[in-house]
Nanobody, 118 residues
Framework: QAPLTESGGGLVQAGGSLRLSCRSSIRPYSSHVIGWFRQAPGKEREFVSS????????YYADSVKGRFTISKDTSAYSVHLQMNGLTPEDTAVYYC???????????WGQGTQVTVSS
C-alpha cells in the first residue's frame, strides 16, 4: 500500500477552486508534518503548505497565503488543501509529503496534476 495517496487534481479555469486530499496509510505521529509541494514544467519542486499533525500549526508559501487553506481529518488520516482563486501560475503537479519538518518531507505520494486555464 502506498504510504500517501493523493486525489482531487484536475482542470479548472482561472479564478476557480479545487480541493486536494492526501491520505496516509498509517496513523500519523503527532510530530509528523504533512503537506504539499508542487512542481511546474521546467521548474524546481517548491513548498506550498503543510501542517503539524498533532498541534495543528499551519505553514504556507507566500505565493498561496490567503488563497489556499490546509486542514486535516484526523479520523481519516487525511490532509486537505482547499485552493481558491487559482491562477495559471498554480499549474503544476502537486505532491503530498510527510516528514518531521514543515518543508522537509521523507515520504511522498505519486502526485496529482492541477491545471489552471486562462
Amino acid at each position: 500500500q502506498a504510504p500517501l495517496t493523493e486525489s482531487g487534481g484536475g482542470l479548472v479555469q482561472a479564478g476557480g477552486s479545487l480541493r486536494l486530499s492526501c491520505r496516509s496509510s498509517i496513523r500519523p505521529y503527532s510530530s509528523h508534518v504533512i503537506g504539499w509541494f508542487r512542481q511546474a514544467p521546467g521548474k524546481e519542486r517548491e513548498f506550498v503548505s503543510s501542517m503539524r499533525w498533532g498541534a495543528g500549526q499551519k505553514y504556507y508559501a507566500d505565493s498561496v497565503k490567503g488563497r489556499f487553506t490546509i486542514s486535516k481529518d484526523t479520523s481519516a488520516y487525511s490532509v486537505h488543501l482547499q485552493m481558491n482563486g487559482l491562477t495559471p501560475e498554480d499549474t503544476a503537479v502537486y505532491y503530498c509529503g510527510r516528514g518531521s519538518n514543515p518543508q522537509e518531507f521523507r515520504v511522498w505520494g505519486q502526485g496529482t496534476q492541477v491545471t489552471v486555464s486562462s
